[in-house]
T-cell receptor, first 115, second 111 residues
Framework: DAGVIQSPRHEVTEMGQEVTLRCKPISGHNSLFWYRQTMMRGLELLIYFNNNVPIDDSGMPEDRFSAKMPNASFSTLKIQPSEPRDSAVYFC?????????????FGQGTRLTVV | AQSVTQLGSHVSVSEGALVLLRCNYSSSVPPYLFWYVQYPNQGLQLLLKYTSAATLVKGINGFEAEFKKSETSFHLTKPSAHMSDAAEYFCAVSVTYKYIFGTGTRLKVLA
């Protein structure tokens, strides 16, 4: 398996623009997480999906952020409009459904820079 | 509520020396604990995990960790550091579906 695949790896955008980050989880993994990593706040859970349904979105910073999982093999995280403080590395991770003893598998991340 | 505390945001060791990275957790229920490693510009990779079986857990690259309930600790060790071990290490606790990560410890290995 190719692992969790994220695209793009790097994104540079201007303030106010819409940004869409993409994630393909490992096949068969129906739990999906979006994390944000910054120097100041470390790794923060943004949203958790199980069986394509958002279970916990309490970490989504504000209404400018939205996430979808239209099917078991694809998820998006959208920021509209983007702001410089959104600059961070965004990670997607997936896990076997219902098996909390197992680890989450992380993608390589998308480094977002908003100028 | 669950939480993880990693003592020391930066640790430096000489090549060949013992590596000790500290992690303490707080959990109201028996936790599942993980250590992840992150190399520059990479995602997180699992080193090892504790899932209530053996308290001494062996992982990849010669790392191991011991779960000590009385001390609420899950420290990561490696007998002999290698230059390739230089990376950032994260301790995490999992209860229900969430993973709560510590703030990370950046390991530097000196030649």
């Amino acid at each position: 398996d190719a692992g969790v695949i994220q695209s793009p790896r790097h994104e540079v955008t201007e303030m106010g623009q819409e940004v869409t980050l993409r994630c393909k989880p490992i096949s068969g993994h129906n739990s999906l997480f979006w994390y944000r990593q910054t120097m100041m706040r470390g790794l923060e859970l943004l949203i958790y999906f199980n069986n394509n349904v958002p279970i916990d979105d309490s970490g989504m910073p504000e209404d400018r952020f939205s996430a979808k999982m239209p099917n078991a093999s694809f998820s998006t995280l959208k920021i509209q409009p983007s702001e410089p403080r959104d600059s961070a590395v965004y990670f997607c991770a997936s896990r076997d459904p219902g098996q909390r003893t197992l680890e989450a598998f992380f993608g390589q991340g998308t480094r977002l820079t908003v100028v | 509520a669950q939480s993880v505390t990693q003592l020391g945001s930066h640790v430096s060791v000489s090549e060949g020396a013992l590596v000790l990275l500290r992690c303490n957790y707080s959990s109201s229920v028996p936790p599942y604990l993980f250590w992840y490693v992150q190399y520059p510009n990479q995602g997180l990779q699992l080193l090892l995990k504790y899932t209530s079986a053996a308290t001494l857990v062996k992982g990849i690259n010669g790392f191991e960790a011991e779960f000590k309930k009385s001390e609420t600790s899950f420290h990561l060790t490696k007998p002999s550091a290698h230059m390739s071990d230089a990376a950032e290490y994260f301790c995490a606790v999992s209860v229900t579906y969430k993973y709560i990560f510590g703030t990370g410890t950046r390991l530097k290995v000196l030649a």
